[in-house]
C-alpha cells in the first residue's frame, strides 16, 4: 500500500502548482484524501479534504478560495490545485488516505512521503 505525491516545486507568489497523488498497491475508491501540509518548525496541518465519491470536499480557511481538491477513481488519484500562492503557502505537502473522511493527521492511515512546495515573494 504506498501513495505517492508528486508535483510540488518553486514557483513565485501568485503563481499556481498542482499536486498528484497516486496509490498503489489499493483501491481507493472507497478512500477519502486527505491533503496536509508542513512548514519548517510548524506542526502538520490539513489542508483539504475530498470524500470518496468527489462530491464532498472541505478546505481550512488559509486555502479556502485559492485551493481546490479533487480525484480520479479510475486512475486511483486525487489532485490539489493551488492558485494564487503566498509565501506562507510554502511546506511540504503530503496526500493520506482513509477509510473516513476527516481533517484531522490521526484520522489518516495511509501517507504518502510529502512533496516541497516553495513560494517566493
Known amino acids: 500500500v504506498q501513495l505517492q505525491a508528486s508535483g510540488g516545486g518553486l514557483v513565485q507568489a501568485g503563481g499556481s502548482l498542482r499536486l498528484s497523488c497516486v496509490g498503489s498497491g489499493f483501491t481507493l475508491d472507497y478512500h477519502a484524501f486527505g491533503w496536509f501540509r508542513q512548514a519548517p518548525g510548524k506542526e502538520r496541518e490539513w489542508v483539504s479534504c475530498?470524500?470518496?465519491?468527489?462530491?464532498?470536499?472541505a478546505y481550512s480557511n488559509s486555502v479556502k478560495g485559492r485551493f481546490t481538491v479533487s480525484r480520479d477513481n479510475a486512475k486511483n488519484t486525487a489532485d490539489l490545485q493551488m492558485n494564487s500562492l503566498k509565501p506562507e503557502d510554502t511546506a511540504v505537502y503530503y496526500c493520506?488516505?482513509?477509510?473516513?473522511?476527516?481533517?484531522?493527521?490521526?484520522?489518516?492511515?495511509?501517507w504518502g512521503q510529502g512533496t516541497l512546495v516553495t513560494v517566493s515573494s
Open positions: 493520506a488516505a482513509n477509510l473516513l473522511y476527516g481533517t484531522t493527521v490521526g484520522g489518516y492511515t495511509y
Open positions: 475530498i470524500n470518496m465519491n468527489g462530491d464532498e470536499t
